[in-house]
Protein backbone atom coordinates (compact mmCIF):
# COMPACT_ATOMS: atom_id res chain seq x y z
CA UNK A 1 0.00 0.00 0.00
CA UNK A 2 3.37 2.45 1.12
CA UNK A 3 4.42 1.33 -2.48
CA UNK A 4 1.07 2.52 -4.44
CA UNK A 5 0.78 5.41 -2.47
CA UNK A 6 3.98 6.40 -3.42
CA UNK A 7 3.53 5.88 -7.37
CA UNK A 8 -0.10 7.70 -7.35
CA UNK A 9 2.21 10.76 -5.86
CA UNK A 10 4.94 10.54 -8.51
CA UNK A 11 2.40 10.41 -10.93
CA UNK A 12 0.12 13.77 -9.42
CA UNK A 13 3.84 15.56 -9.32
CA UNK A 14 3.80 15.00 -12.85
CA UNK A 15 0.50 16.45 -13.63
CA UNK A 16 -0.44 13.17 -15.25
CA UNK A 17 -3.45 11.43 -14.94
CA UNK A 18 -4.06 7.36 -15.15
CA UNK A 19 -4.92 7.38 -18.99
CA UNK A 20 -1.99 9.30 -19.95
CA UNK A 21 0.51 6.77 -17.50
CA UNK A 22 -0.87 4.01 -19.00
CA UNK A 23 -0.27 4.97 -22.55
CA UNK A 24 3.51 5.57 -21.21
CA UNK A 25 3.76 2.08 -20.43
CA UNK A 26 1.75 0.61 -23.07
CA UNK A 27 -0.82 -0.76 -20.48
CA UNK A 28 -4.20 -0.05 -19.88
CA UNK A 29 -5.81 2.44 -17.49
CA UNK A 30 -7.18 -0.05 -15.22
CA UNK A 31 -3.32 -1.61 -14.58
CA UNK A 32 -2.57 1.46 -13.23
CA UNK A 33 -5.47 2.25 -11.33
CA UNK A 34 -5.02 -1.39 -9.75
CA UNK A 35 -1.12 -0.63 -9.24
CA UNK A 36 -1.89 2.25 -7.35
CA UNK A 37 -4.56 0.69 -5.43
CA UNK A 38 -1.83 -1.69 -3.93
CA UNK A 39 -4.27 -4.59 -5.98
CA UNK A 40 -1.34 -5.36 -8.71
CA UNK A 41 2.57 -5.57 -8.54
CA UNK A 42 4.98 -3.65 -10.64
CA UNK A 43 8.53 -4.85 -12.15
CA UNK A 44 11.35 -3.09 -11.71
CA UNK A 45 11.65 -2.38 -15.29
CA UNK A 46 7.99 -0.67 -15.14
CA UNK A 47 8.74 0.84 -12.32
CA UNK A 48 11.82 2.47 -13.21
CA UNK A 49 9.97 3.58 -16.33
CA UNK A 50 7.39 5.38 -14.40
CA UNK A 51 10.15 7.20 -12.34
CA UNK A 52 11.95 8.20 -15.94
CA UNK A 53 8.22 9.34 -17.14
CA UNK A 54 7.22 11.05 -13.54
CA UNK A 55 10.97 12.63 -14.17
CA UNK A 56 11.51 11.56 -10.70
CA UNK A 57 15.82 12.36 -10.30
CA UNK A 58 15.96 10.62 -6.62
CA UNK A 59 17.96 7.94 -7.27
CA UNK A 60 17.98 6.98 -4.03
CA UNK A 61 14.13 7.12 -3.80
CA UNK A 62 13.69 5.03 -6.30
CA UNK A 63 15.72 2.10 -5.46
CA UNK A 64 14.28 2.05 -1.96
CA UNK A 65 10.95 1.92 -3.89
CA UNK A 66 12.12 -1.15 -6.39
CA UNK A 67 13.41 -2.89 -3.14
CA UNK A 68 9.83 -2.44 -1.62
CA UNK A 69 8.64 -3.72 -5.41
CA UNK A 70 10.68 -6.85 -5.36
CA UNK A 71 10.35 -8.19 -1.90
CA UNK A 72 8.63 -11.52 -1.68
CA UNK A 73 9.63 -11.75 2.12
CA UNK A 74 6.88 -14.04 4.24
CA UNK A 75 7.56 -12.70 7.42
CA UNK A 76 6.69 -14.16 10.92
CA UNK A 77 3.42 -12.44 10.82
CA UNK A 78 2.14 -13.97 8.12
CA UNK A 79 1.16 -16.83 10.57
CA UNK A 80 -1.31 -14.58 12.02
CA UNK A 81 -3.01 -13.65 9.08
CA UNK A 82 -6.85 -14.29 9.46
CA UNK A 83 -6.46 -14.84 12.89
CA UNK A 84 -5.57 -11.01 14.13
CA UNK A 85 -6.72 -7.52 12.22
CA UNK A 86 -4.62 -6.30 9.82
CA UNK A 87 -3.00 -3.59 11.13
CA UNK A 88 -1.43 -6.18 13.57
CA UNK A 89 0.54 -7.25 10.58
CA UNK A 90 1.02 -3.81 8.94
CA UNK A 91 2.84 -3.21 11.89
CA UNK A 92 5.16 -6.27 12.34
CA UNK A 93 5.64 -5.56 8.84
CA UNK A 94 6.91 -1.80 9.39
CA UNK A 95 9.17 -2.93 12.42
CA UNK A 96 10.89 -5.48 9.90
CA UNK A 97 11.71 -2.79 7.11
CA UNK A 98 12.53 0.04 10.31
CA UNK A 99 15.94 1.79 10.20
CA UNK A 100 15.05 3.68 13.51
CA UNK A 101 12.25 3.82 15.56
CA UNK A 102 10.87 6.58 18.12
CA UNK A 103 7.90 7.01 20.71
CA UNK A 104 6.52 9.09 23.09
CA UNK A 105 4.16 7.26 25.54
CA UNK A 106 1.97 9.12 28.05
CA UNK A 107 -0.82 7.19 29.36
CA UNK A 108 0.99 3.21 28.47
CA UNK A 109 4.60 1.55 28.46
CA UNK A 110 5.08 1.02 24.37
CA UNK A 111 4.19 -2.14 23.64
CA UNK A 112 8.18 -3.43 22.41
CA UNK A 113 8.96 -2.66 26.14
CA UNK A 114 6.07 -4.30 27.62
CA UNK A 115 6.21 -7.67 29.63
CA UNK A 116 4.53 -10.35 29.25
CA UNK A 117 1.65 -9.71 31.82
CA UNK A 118 1.50 -5.98 31.20
CA UNK A 119 0.57 -6.22 27.50
CA UNK A 120 -2.23 -8.90 28.56
CA UNK A 121 -3.84 -6.50 30.86
CA UNK A 122 -3.60 -3.86 28.84
CA UNK A 123 -5.34 -6.05 26.05
CA UNK A 124 -7.61 -7.36 29.05
CA UNK A 125 -8.94 -3.79 29.35
CA UNK A 126 -10.28 -3.60 25.88
CA UNK A 127 -14.50 -3.34 25.32
CA UNK A 128 -15.94 -5.17 24.12
CA UNK A 129 -13.93 -8.07 25.99
CA UNK A 130 -11.66 -9.72 23.60
CA UNK A 131 -12.59 -13.91 23.34
CA UNK A 132 -9.58 -15.38 25.57
CA UNK A 133 -7.90 -17.32 22.40
CA UNK A 134 -8.09 -13.92 20.81
CA UNK A 135 -6.51 -12.59 23.59
CA UNK A 136 -3.70 -14.61 23.65
CA UNK A 137 -3.12 -14.63 19.90
CA UNK A 138 -2.43 -10.85 20.40
CA UNK A 139 -0.06 -10.83 22.90
CA UNK A 140 1.64 -13.52 21.73
CA UNK A 141 2.11 -11.54 18.65
CA UNK A 142 3.19 -8.32 20.50
CA UNK A 143 6.08 -10.43 22.32
CA UNK A 144 7.11 -11.62 18.62
CA UNK A 145 7.30 -8.02 17.57
CA UNK A 146 9.64 -7.09 20.60
CA UNK A 147 12.69 -9.39 18.81
CA UNK A 148 13.70 -6.42 15.73
CA UNK A 149 16.93 -4.74 16.92
CA UNK A 150 17.15 -1.54 15.80
CA UNK A 151 17.88 2.04 17.28
CA UNK A 152 14.88 2.80 18.99
CA UNK A 153 14.79 5.81 20.95
CA UNK A 154 11.74 5.57 23.53
CA UNK A 155 10.29 8.48 26.05
CA UNK A 156 7.99 7.71 28.52
CA UNK A 157 5.65 9.65 31.11
CA UNK A 158 5.73 9.18 34.49
CA UNK A 159 1.85 8.63 33.66
CA UNK A 160 2.53 5.76 32.05
CA UNK A 161 4.98 4.32 34.36
CA UNK A 162 2.73 4.98 37.33
CA UNK A 163 -0.52 3.64 35.93
CA UNK A 164 -1.53 0.07 37.69
CA UNK A 165 -2.77 -1.50 34.20
CA UNK A 166 -2.97 -4.47 36.38
CA UNK A 167 -1.72 -4.73 39.85
CA UNK A 168 1.64 -3.81 42.30
CA UNK A 169 3.70 -7.06 40.94
CA UNK A 170 2.71 -6.62 37.36
CA UNK A 171 3.99 -2.77 37.64
CA UNK A 172 6.89 -3.55 39.13
CA UNK A 173 8.19 -6.51 37.04
CA UNK A 174 7.71 -3.96 34.06
CA UNK A 175 9.75 -1.26 36.00
CA UNK A 176 12.97 -3.72 36.13
CA UNK A 177 12.17 -4.87 32.73
CA UNK A 178 12.20 -0.79 31.48
CA UNK A 179 15.58 -1.02 33.80
CA UNK A 180 17.15 -4.14 31.87
CA UNK A 181 16.55 -2.66 28.32
CA UNK A 182 17.63 0.55 29.04
CA UNK A 183 21.07 -1.20 28.71
CA UNK A 184 20.75 -2.59 25.55
CA UNK A 185 23.03 -0.82 23.11
CA UNK A 186 20.20 -0.03 20.92
CA UNK A 187 17.74 1.35 23.23
CA UNK A 188 17.74 4.99 24.80
CA UNK A 189 15.25 5.73 27.38
CA UNK A 190 14.40 8.79 28.66
CA UNK A 191 11.61 9.86 31.31
CA UNK A 192 9.54 12.99 31.69
CA UNK A 193 8.70 13.38 35.17
CA UNK A 194 4.92 15.32 35.93
CA UNK A 195 7.08 17.94 37.55
CA UNK A 196 8.97 19.03 34.40
CA UNK A 197 8.20 22.56 32.82
CA UNK A 198 7.69 23.04 29.30
CA UNK A 199 5.84 19.68 28.40
CA UNK A 200 2.35 21.15 27.67
CA UNK A 201 3.14 22.13 23.92
CA UNK A 202 4.89 18.95 23.38
CA UNK A 203 2.48 16.23 24.55
CA UNK A 204 1.30 13.73 22.18
CA UNK A 205 1.43 10.06 22.18
CA UNK A 206 3.25 9.11 18.62
CA UNK A 207 5.48 6.65 16.87
CA UNK A 208 7.95 7.39 14.19
CA UNK A 209 8.98 4.65 12.28
CA UNK A 210 12.33 5.29 10.00
CA UNK A 211 12.12 4.39 6.50
CA UNK A 212 14.72 2.96 3.84
CA UNK A 213 15.03 6.69 3.11
CA UNK A 214 13.37 9.63 4.57
CA UNK A 215 10.52 10.00 1.93
CA UNK A 216 9.22 6.23 3.09
CA UNK A 217 9.23 7.41 7.08
CA UNK A 218 6.01 6.88 8.82
CA UNK A 219 4.27 7.45 11.62
CA UNK A 220 1.30 5.41 13.95
CA UNK A 221 -1.23 6.80 15.99
CA UNK A 222 -3.73 4.49 17.90
CA UNK A 223 -7.07 5.30 16.98
CA UNK A 224 -10.37 3.74 18.13
CA UNK A 225 -10.46 1.38 15.08
CA UNK A 226 -6.69 0.04 15.26
CA UNK A 227 -3.69 1.92 14.16
CA UNK A 228 -3.23 4.95 11.54
CA UNK A 229 -0.63 5.04 9.52
CA UNK A 230 0.98 8.56 8.18
CA UNK A 231 3.27 9.50 5.48
CA UNK A 232 2.83 12.92 4.10
CA UNK A 233 5.91 14.97 4.05
CA UNK A 234 4.27 17.82 5.55
CA UNK A 235 2.78 15.39 8.62
CA UNK A 236 5.97 13.39 8.86
CA UNK A 237 7.76 16.93 9.36
CA UNK A 238 5.56 18.17 12.05
CA UNK A 239 6.35 15.03 13.96
CA UNK A 240 9.53 15.31 13.70
CA UNK A 241 9.62 18.32 15.50
CA UNK A 242 7.20 17.01 17.91
CA UNK A 243 9.37 14.45 19.19
CA UNK A 244 12.30 16.94 19.82
CA UNK A 245 10.39 19.38 21.36
CA UNK A 246 9.74 16.02 23.86
CA UNK A 247 13.27 15.12 23.88
CA UNK A 248 14.38 18.79 25.09
CA UNK A 249 12.42 18.94 28.10
CA UNK A 250 12.89 15.17 28.84
CA UNK A 251 15.41 13.51 32.06
CA UNK A 252 18.69 11.88 30.07
CA UNK A 253 18.90 8.03 30.09
CA UNK A 254 21.38 8.32 33.34
CA UNK A 255 18.55 10.61 35.21
CA UNK A 256 15.99 8.91 33.35
CA UNK A 257 17.01 4.84 34.92
CA UNK A 258 17.16 6.71 38.29
CA UNK A 259 14.09 7.96 38.35
CA UNK A 260 12.46 4.66 37.34
CA UNK A 261 14.70 3.05 40.20
CA UNK A 262 13.17 5.75 42.88
CA UNK A 263 9.41 4.99 41.34
CA UNK A 264 10.16 0.96 41.87
CA UNK A 265 10.85 1.53 45.69
CA UNK A 266 8.07 3.89 46.09
CA UNK A 267 5.98 0.75 44.70
Known amino acids: MRLA ?17 AALLGVSPAQITHIESGLAGVSEQRLRRLASHYACTDG ?3 DALVAMATDRTRGWWEEYRGLLPTSFLDLSELDHHATFRRDV ?37 RMARQEGVVPYEVIIHEAALRIRVSDRAVSLAQLARLLDLSDADHITLRVIPFDLDGFARAASTMTYVGGTVPKLDTVVRDVPHGSAFIDSEAQLSAFRTRFHRVEAVSLEPGRSRDFINRLAKEL
Do not use: K
Request: net charge negative; no cysteine; aromatic share 8%.
Open 5 to 21: TELRRLREAADLNARQA
Open 105 to 141: AILYVPGLLQTEDYARAVFSSRAPELPQDELELRVRH
Open 60 to 62: EFV
